[in-house]
């Protein structure tokens, strides 16, 4: 009987945890359900409310960066190559979020079609607070706008609110939810993003 709850005891503890990604249109698209877009450009800002944590965010992501012995990035530059997922961590979060987004498009096969540009304005990031989640709950969350504008006529094409919620209670989750949070904070944004312009629930093959 005892082996038995010790089995069951952290199974509990798992199942608690809460995965909350919603995405809420403020314009619906005018686009055809389906319609193949390729998204050609990003424009990403944020909100003032987020700088303190942007702040506290890169200095992590800096301190990553010398400690693996690579050289420091200018801030003002844009990153593109190849996807290296490895080296996000160590990116500032304004060249960190692109390079997530752009992945995640391409899985989605948003990179044939209607040419878009994505607007996006992020307005809540804050990860989970190791003390709070182990006496009640506590959850990383990364909240924003996408404006979808044709990159032709400069139209909009609609706009849509994302959040993206991951709760985590007790210490079990909190060792589960393991590092790169903000990376994947973002490829989640990526996904509800990816989900709502196709009008897909899946990836296609």
Known sequence: MYRRLMFVLPI???AQAVQARQVTIIQPLAL???????ITGMD?????????ELQESDAKAARKRANAGLPPLNPASYLTGPQDGALYATMPFKQMFPLVIRDVTREWKLNDGTPIILRITLDRLKTADA???MLAASSDILEGTVNVVDAASAQALGSFRVEVRNGHSGWAQMIVRGGGVREKLAEEFGLELSRHISGRRKKPD
């Open 44 to 52: 990403l800002d944020f909100a003032p409310d987020m700088l303190t």
């Open 32 to 38: 055809s359900a389906g319609q193949p877009v390729r």
């Open 12 to 14: 509990l503890l798992f």
């Open 131 to 133: 003390a709070m989640a």
